[in-house]
């Protein structure tokens, strides 16, 4: 497997918290801590309404955006919602089928696909959540989980199209506030090469290999260096310990500190 090739990618996910001001006052935070690093992307995924202050106060060489999620729609009378369409040039990357949008909105396998799809039509790279429950987990399902998420979310895209994408390992029982336990690197070891080997069968060993995989669940400055160091892992996505600069800051320097010593 040619690691290499797949720049690192650490994802804050802010979730609902924090107001425009807050979130101004967190990026000016990171902004002074965290050093640009070319082997390292770091990707901000802030509320809909703090995207576009958050975009005109980023350096744009040291941070990307991400939405947390978007319609599937370009346009049309859909009452509240954003596309993927009008976050195009504002974001670079878009959450699509996180636990929470799966779980608190029902948002089915044919929706997530949906999302994904749209993302891909307008230029945004999805990082697409995947992760079995805690009853499905001890049900043994793990695997046809995975299985039926990766392969309904990526229906619609060409090889090279999902290529492209990020797919987040996040165990729903892993989640802080999903419950909060602590992965064993060996299960994120086995997921994650359960997901590769998902993407070969569908669309070849080249893109199996180009796509990244990252890591989600509880991830704090702590821990950040065990899972980075897992075999096949690209990235971690970071929900509660984003949005305190300290630790996100720290999590993103032991990132920076792996790639150097690889
Ligand atoms: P957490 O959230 O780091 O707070 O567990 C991760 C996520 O939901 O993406």
């Given at each position: 497997m040619v690691r290499s090739i797949r720049k690192k990618l650490i994802v804050g996910n802010?979730?609902?918290?924090?107001?425009v001001g807050q979130s101004s006052l967190l990026v000016h935070r990171l902004s002074k801590h965290i050093k640009g690093h070319r082997n390292i992307e770091v990707v901000l995924a802030p509320s809909l309404l703090a995207l576009q202050p958050v975009s005109l106060e980023i350096d744009h060489r040291k941070f990307h955006l991400a939405s947390q999620n978007a319609h599937?729609?370009?346009?049309?009378?859909?009452?509240?919602e954003v596309s993927f369409t009008m976050l195009r040039g504002l974001v670079q990357y878009g959450i699509v089928g996180h636990s929470e949008r799966r779980m608190?909105?029902?948002?089915?396998l044919d929706v997530v696909r949906d999302k994904v799809a749209a993302a891909v039509r307008n230029d945004i790279v999805p990082i697409l959540c995947v992760g079995e429950t805690h009853t499905e987990r001890v049900a043994g399902e793990t695997k046809q989980v995975l299985h039926d998420q990766i392969v309904t979310a990526l229906q619609q895209l060409s090889a090279d199209e999902v290529a492209d994408t990020v797919i987040a390992y996040e165990p729903v029982w892993a989640i802080s506030t999903f419950g909060g336990q602590v992965a064993k690197p060996a299960d994120i070891k086995e997921a994650v090469k359960y997901i590769r080997f998902q993407v070969e069968e569908l669309y070849g060993k080249a893109v199996a290999e180009h796509i990244r995989v990252l890591y989600g669940g509880s991830v704090d400055e702590n821990v950040a260096g065990a899972y980075l160091d897992i075999a096949g892992i690209d990235g971690l996505l970071v929900?509660?310990?984003?949005?305190n600069y300290h630790k996100f800051s720290a999590i993103v320097d032991r990132a920076c500190r792996m790639v150097h010593s690889d």
């Open positions: 802010w979730k609902m918290n924090l107001s599937s729609h370009d346009e049309g009378a859909y009452t509240g608190y909105f029902n948002e089915s929900g509660g310990a984003s949005l």
